[in-house]
């Protein structure tokens, strides 16, 4: 077994939490060593099956206007609020992308419900203080007046829960416990108004409003809605994330001193009953691989068997149906050994268990010993190609999960100025089915979204799909279900039972959601090390760190007092 020279910190995991941990580390004066068991850093954003689909005179027309990086799949359509989103601005300035990475701000996008009504979502300048500015947007939606009123008293409760996200120990722990469902319900919200919750919610969370934690989606539709009158206002990533967001990190990283190692897999994480002493981890690059029996290119042996080049499957459903791959004697096949002072783990709950130690005292955190019963989830994203513009639009639609195969799409032809000589429409959709685990095959997959592109956009009906590319994340790297709480128990782990171990990863922040946890945790791990190291720390976003300016703490005590009065005359109407 090789030992290495002691690092003072290893990190588990390349993904955007921890390359964020591991720059600023690193860029304090301590010794990085991150392990990423992937052939390419980035973590979920290049954890894509990728499928194409087309015949060779559709992809030769859509090469007539674009190049081919500018076909290779990687989603942009990832909606970046300034005011929610506050880590992920942090940190695109610090690595010096922000003005490159992000279009120029977008105020409107549609929500079409599972009725099929298509709804306005649109925020406007207003002379009104918050929160009472939003009062003209809720306003335009197409439902009756009654279903209006309902969507903003259910404002009351989002205000007080919102507002209350960051303390450390929240009043109303029994909102932890409950979805965004019952707690509309709860408040009366017409069954007209829970319908757009349930299609607006996953437009911008990507759960149902059955699945979402009531606190949580409460915190994010105050930053997204009541918090200030250009809180709808939003960006997109403009450049896949790979080349524009990914790739400057590492750059930054390594220049700073950092060490990365691509496939190389985390196997063990040796430690007693208080600490970490050392990890043992597989380099890949060494060892054993494999050959695609579908496009031949060769890669590391990795558990979740699927190639990352074209998508190909060998051991994650139907096993007798797929074709198995060829697996090449070991080539010095051995398991190294790492020392740090400092650990940090950037990976998911379900990927760190696995490799502790039986009596890790991990395993008894309520957070893993729910896992079990988690369903987990499976993120799929598409881009279509057709051979001639079905819509204008320069905005997101969102639409309702219940009703139509993904929860987003738009055509970035709109929006991209790499897609502006391209005469047809490029749509991106965003596919978020965490109610199961049961992905369909990419080819049925593209066929349900181009059929439900015609019922957002009717012109699409008229146009031809030249080229289509759809891709799964592998279930067994995205546990994306909302993790149930304990009452009065937090959902973040970046401290753990090991006082040399800390957790980061994109489902530990506040917000929960993405890029921005990932960011803010990754911050949080750093700290707690730069802390003990006595070095300066980095400052880390809260969300909300703000309070309504309209309404002082004092109001939220109303508020607090009106949502118990509420409460008392519902129990008693009930009764009645």
Known sequence: MEVEKKYDVVIIGGGLSGLTSGLYLQEAG????????????????????????????????????????????????????????????????????????????????????????????KMEDSILPPPFHAIKTVLRLKMGIIDRLSFLFAGLPILYLGNSLNREEPPDSFWDMVSMEALLKRFWMTERARDFAASYVPSIYNLDSIEVNARRMAAITFGTIFNSNRGLWYQLVNDNYITGTVEPHVKRFIAAGGTIKLNCEVRRIIHNETEVQKILYQDFNT????????????????????????????????????????????????????????????????????????????????????????????????????????????????????????????DIGNIMPRYSKYPGSVVDVLADRAESLQLLPVKEFLKCVTRDLARVWPQAKDAQVKLALGAHIHPAVLYHKEVPRLPGERNRLVDTPLRNLFACNCSLGLIGIGMESAY??????????????AKPTVHVYGFPEYEVSFLPRTGYKIIHILVKVRNFLGKILTSI
């Open 287 to 410: 060892g054993t691989w494999i050959t695609c029996p579908c496009c031949g290119c060769k890669q590391p042996v990795i558990d979740d068997g699927f190639c990352r080049k074209c998508g190909h499957q060998w051991a994650m459903r139907e096993p007798n149906n797929i074709t198995q791959p060829q697996i090449e004697p070991p080539v010095g096949e051995h398991l190294q050994e790492v020392f740090a002072k400092y650990y940090v783990a950037a990976v998911r709950g379900h990927q760190l268990l696995p490799i502790m130690s039986l009596e890790s005292p991990l395993r008894a955190h309520p957070y893993f010993q729910r896992l079990g019963r988690e369903k987990g989830a499976c993120l799929s994203i598409a881009r279509i190609f057709y051979d001639k513009k079905i819509t204008d639009e320069k905005f997101i639609t969102g639409t309702s999960r219940r009703a139509f195969t993904f929860n987003g799409c738009q």
């Open 520 to 533: 803010q945790t990754g911050k949080m791990a750093a700290n707690r090390i730069l802390e003990q190291e």
């Open 30 to 121: 301590l010794k990085v060593l991150l392990l990423e068991r992937a052939p390419q850093a980035g973590g979920l954003t290049s954890s894509w099956q990728v499928h194409e689909q087309e015949d060779a005179d559709g992809k030769n027309f859509v090469l007539q206007h674009l190049k081919e990086e500018d076909i290779v799949l990687q989603h942009p359509m990832h909606m970046i609020f300034r005011d929610k989103y506050p880590n992920v601005i942090d940190v695109y300035k610090h690595l010096g992308i922000l003005d490159a990475n992000l279009t120029e701000p977008l105020k409107e996008f549609n929500i079409i419900d599972s009725r099929l009504v298509k709804h306005k979502f």
